[in-house]
């Protein structure tokens, strides 16, 4: 495989590339940003070859010029503006542009380009929005309304809709796929996350020697990013999937409290409770409930694909990470 990917030097980007590199295919990262100097080490370690191209999904130009660079057969967009209320509201252009009118950019010059036998749109469980709240069971793809409140949200629901369409008009082989909320290595805050993850909150705190405050005891379908590295290369090589929007998530829930058990192993003086009533947490949860999990029934169906279902191996591969990249990777 020939790989560009959209956002390659991300959070999501940085786990596709390395599944990628260790295989031995190659890899071109997209990125506005550079490449930090621990993933870059670490690589460089690896079989398989990467470039990484310096530019702006928002500047067609840009875009273009890293289709001429190779003979890219597969596209994954994971360029992305994960905005809260502020960013919504101070720089609601750049989180449309960006979300949005990036992608539009790469399927344009994708088409162009000849050689490109399929793109995967990377988009997330918050285009569901408020039914990821209400409701029983499991979201399904087709018999879950999405109504997605946040810009970020809305985004990713409008780009499956774009997808769709101009894979129609350009006759390109176009997936998207929905992200359960995503933990594990090689997450940066490179100015397009306005929080990190919990699990990463939680991570910096035992590494640094704080203790952990958690405002209450989630139980999600929080789904490992080597897992999900994994999951969005079985789909870009599946033959001929059914349908063209699946989810991306665990099968078996676990909570942040979960994590920080495994970290206190770890780092044995490190310290994690549960808020006292009134007590500010330390940790942001990003909500204050659990979400409703994701069903991951159509990826197994269709491609044969289950995602892994032992979050207690997945925290010991990334405990493990961190021992080999953690400290390096807190320098900014």
């Known amino acids: 495989m020939r790989a560009l990917i959209i956002g390659g030097c991300g959070f999501v980007g940085l786990n596709i590339a390395e599944a990628l590199l260790r295989r031995g295919d190659s890899a071109l990262l997209f990125d506005v940003n550079?490449?930090?100097?621990?993933?870059a080490a670490a690589f460089e370690t690896l079989p398989g070859e990467m470039a990484v191209w310096q530019g702006d999904v928002r500047d067609a130009n840009s875009v273009a010029g890293a289709f001429s660079e190779q003979a890219?057969?597969?596209?994954?967009?994971?360029?992305?503006?994960?905005?809260?209320?502020?960013?919504?509201?101070?720089?609601?252009?750049?989180?449309?542009?960006?979300?949005l009118l990036g992608l539009v950019n790469v399927i344009k010059a994708g088409?162009?380009?000849?050689?490109?036998?399929?793109?995967?749109?990377?988009?997330?469980?918050?285009?569901?929005g408020h039914h990821r709240l209400v409701g029983q069971g499991a979201l399904e793809e087709d018999l879950t309304p999405s109504a997605p409140t946040s810009l970020y949200g809305i985004t990713k629901q409008a780009?499956?809709?774009?997808?769709?369409?101009?894979?129609?008009?350009?006759?390109?082989?176009?997936r998207s796929v929905r992200l359960a909320a995503?933990?594990?290595?090689?997450?940066?805050?490179?100015?397009?996350?306005?929080?990190?993850?919990?699990?990463?909150?939680?991570a910096l705190a035992a590494r640094h020697g704080e203790a952990?405050?958690?405002?209450?005891?989630?139980?999600?379908?929080w789904v490992y990013s080597r897992d999900v590295a994994t999951a969005l290369l079985a789909l870009m090589e599946a033959p001929a999937p059914g349908h063209d929007l699946y989810h991306i998530a665990s099968a078996t829930p676990c909570g942040v409290i979960d994590w920080c058990?495994?970290?206190?192993?770890?780092?044995?003086d490190f310290r994690h409770?549960?808020?006292?009533?009134?007590?500010?947490?330390?940790?942001?949860?990003?909500?204050?409930?659990?979400?409703?999990?994701?069903?991951?029934?159509?990826?197994?169906?269709?491609?044969?694909?289950?995602?892994?279902?032992n979050p207690s191996a997945a925290f010991t591969n990334f405990l493990d990470w961190m021992d080999q990249h953690g400290a390096f990777w807190e320098k900014q």
């Not at 088409?111 to 569901?128: D, K, L, M």
């Not at 952990?212 to 379908?221: A, E, I, K, N, S």
């Not at 058990?261 to 044995?268: D, K, V």
């Open 212 to 221: 952990v405050v958690l405002p209450r005891r989630d139980r999600q379908d």
């Open 261 to 268: 058990a495994a970290l206190a192993g770890q780092y044995p």
């Open 159 to 174: 780009s499956e809709a774009v997808a769709r369409r101009l894979g129609e008009l350009l006759a390109l082989d176009i």
């Open 34 to 39: 550079p490449l930090h100097p621990a993933a």
């Open 72 to 99: 890219i057969d597969s596209v994954f967009y994971g360029a992305a503006m994960t905005s809260g209320p502020n960013r919504e509201r101070e720089a609601p252009a750049q989180v449309l542009q960006v979300n």
């Open 111 to 128: 088409a162009e380009h000849g050689t490109v036998r399929r793109v995967i749109n990377i988009g997330s469980g918050s285009a569901y």
């Open 273 to 309: 409770r549960l808020a006292k009533a009134g007590e500010a947490a330390t940790i942001d949860l990003h909500g204050d409930q659990d979400r409703r999990p994701l069903s991951g029934a159509r990826l197994m169906a269709d491609i044969g694909h289950a995602l892994p279902n």
């Open 182 to 202: 995503v933990y594990g290595p090689w997450e940066i805050d490179s100015g397009a996350r306005d929080t990190l993850s919990p699990f990463m909150q939680a």
